[in-house]
């Protein structure tokens, strides 16, 4: 072979073609068509447990190679027969889309080689929007599927896929005070769902629906609604997003209060202070610590149910 290239074009992970001009105990020489021949050892021939390289190997064979290592001091070149991995650790940021091969089932999920140092996993809950009951039922071994890196930890050497394309926005990084546009999908009687492309739909209660005494969603919004709201606290454990549509730099939402809010146990106490009638005050004060009880006891009640209906969403 002409020699075309010099050492210093050739590049770590560079593919080549070479002829093999001498086979040895431990290797063999390659021409790479450089103005150096290239190392290959007997442990980069790409097959496991190696014990001559003559049975893999001839003088003359054409032979496909990658760089492994390079020394321009001392002009020499180590080659590999194992392909490099396509992405390097530092290449698997979340929310990349790549393909690869399923090579593997298991009962929770199956595992797709990228092109990365080890296989990643597609956890049968990544396999679709809804209940899968095995993976068989979304892919089979040897198919080539589209993926989206979840996760990947370089330490643990493990890489988590996913079958479903990531949300616009990630749970994790939606901070408080953030403001989004979002479409209503569901009201109930305690609020809103709203869709804000965060793969789970986040929820506006219904006291945070404009300023004054909302009593009914649908006094405020419409399925299909498109709005503006504020991030108020999210849980990316529970997956839960709790949203206002109040204080918003254009403020939409606003009706008349419906009449006085229930005064603190302390306010009716102030206030019958106030007015010097001490039966009418210890009368109103426990009034208030009783509807005070009553509604502590509707919010519990009102929780259990969102959390119950915030469970059915994600089911």
Known sequence: MDNSISLGEISLGQRLEGTVKKVTLSGAL??????????????ELGQKQVTRVSNLLTEGQKVTVWVKRQD????RVSLTMVEPAKFTWSDL???????GKVVRLEKFGAFVDIGADTDGLVHISEMGSGRVNKP?????????????????????KRI?????????VDIRSLKPNTTLRG?????????????IGAGRDGMIHV????????????EILSMGDEVQVRVLEVDPRRGRISLSMKDLPAEKYEVETAGEETPSSMEY??????????????????????QRKSKDRRDRIQDDIIDRTWRELRS
């Open 93 to 99: 940021q979340p929310g990349l889309k790549t393909e």
């Open 136 to 156: 068989s039922d979304v892919v089979s071994e040897g198919q080539v599927v589209t993926v989206w890196i979840k996760e990947a930890d370089r330490k643990l």
């Open 207 to 218: 006291t945070e629906m404009g300023r004054g005494y909302v009593g009914s969603p649908s």
């Open 269 to 290: 106490a102030l206030r019958m202070a106030m007015e010097g009638d001490g039966e009418m005050m210890d009368s109103r004060y426990r009034e208030a610590r009783r």
């Open 30 to 43: 390659i021409d790479i068509g450089a103005n150096v021949e290239g190392l290959l050892h007997i442990s």
């Open 183 to 195: 479409k209503v999908v569901r009201l109930e009687n305690f609020g809103a769902f709203v869709d």
């Open 160 to 168: 988590s896929l996913s079958l479903q394309e990531p949300p616009d």
């Open 72 to 75: 321009l001091t001392g002009g």
